[in-house]
């Protein structure tokens, strides 16, 4: 006794993968662009400065590290 799959089985089982590797992608972008903040800010923060970052969605638009110097005052 075969237990064949019907359309809505199908279409359901579809969506879901579909769904389910869509989430992976999202997920391992926003992971390594956390990473990619995370080893900048950093660096910067090793240095002695301070990190202004500006992202748009996953994407670095810009990246400074400050330095305060108090001859600036």
Known sequence: MK???NAWQKL?????????IS?????TQSYFSYQQVKTSSDQCYDQGGFPKVVKSGFEVKVFECNFYNEADE
């Open 3 to 5: 237990n064949k799959l």
């Open 12 to 20: 359901f089982l579809l969506f879901a993968g579909v769904l389910l």
């Open 23 to 27: 989430s992976a992608v999202f997920l």
